[in-house]
């Protein structure tokens, strides 16, 4: 794909052979890109929405450039990696069958679901912000979501292995988890609220606040040393009768 515009919409299929884009594309109705089992490699564009397939082990790049899309964007890849640099959308969704996936910065104005099948989670410098719900799955795999830039609006339901999720763009970005089920986890905000939700961490738990509160939804278990800091200013509150620790460090205003 050279570049270029399209008033509607674009659509791009291949029985295995790459799809390369080299030049900038502006499309405004929905790209759908289906590679079968070759390469997806993409640069900048301005889409309505965008769908990239690709089976077997083939990969979704973002070479450089920025994508920004008015409606939804969602990424499938049967094995493959999916890597992304630059990224504006509405709804936004990537799935791979094992490979890992690399979230790009930017902003996510609705949904955002990443799910690895056991690959790794993680994201590219520079934050990313998401305004609605998220739903984060690397069955055991790494979760590495810590820049310092990112800020999670809605709620986010998490499942991995070692795992960390800041929120900390500002003093006043909070964190609230849903569903948890990880093997370690490291959870920060800036100031802001934070809450654990509820479910089970196999291993160490990390939560840190910045002097804002500290707070649950529902039961939380946890097989390692929780260390819970929410400075001197900042309460802890985890009072649910269903709460199971197994050591703790705790520094907190009340």
Request: aromatic residues 2%.
């Amino acid at each position: 794909l050279s570049g270029g515009s399209l008033s509607g919409g674009l659509t791009v299929t291949t029985t295995g052979g790459a799809i390369t884009q080299s030049g900038t594309l502006s499309v405004g109705g929905t790209a759908q890109l289906n590679a079968g089992g070759g390469d997806i490699t993409l640069g900048t564009a301005t889409v309505g929405a965008l769908t990239a397939t690709t089976s077997g082990a083939g990969d979704i790049t973002q070479s450089g450039g920025a994508i920004s899309a008015t409606g939804a964007v969602t990424l499938t890849t049967g094995g493959g990696v999916i890597t992304l640099s630059r990224l504006d959308s509405g709804n936004f969704s990537a799935t791979s069958g094992g490979g890992a996936i690399t979230l790009g910065r930017g902003a996510v104005s609705g949904t955002l679901s990443a799910s690895t099948g056991g690959g790794s989670l993680g994201q590219a410098n520079g934050g990313l912000v998401v305004t609605g719900a998220a739903t984060l799955n690397a069955v055991g795999g790494l979760i590495s979501l810590n820049e310092a830039n990112n800020d999670w609006g809605g709620t986010v339901d998490l499942t991995g292995g070692t795992s960390q999720l800041y929120s900390t763009r500002n003093a006043s970005a909070t964190l609230t988890l849903g569903t948890v089920n990880a093997g370690s986890l490291d959870v920060r905000t800036a100031g802001g609220t934070l809450n654990l939700g509820g479910g089970a961490v196999s291993g160490a738990l990390s939560a840190r606040t910045g002097g804002g509160l500290l707070t649950q939804a529902s039961a939380l278990s946890v097989g390692g040393v929780a260390t819970l800091n929410a400075t001197i200013s900042g309460n802890i509150t985890l009072a649910d009768t269903g709460n199971q620790w197994n050591g703790l460090h705790l520094t907190g205003n009340a």
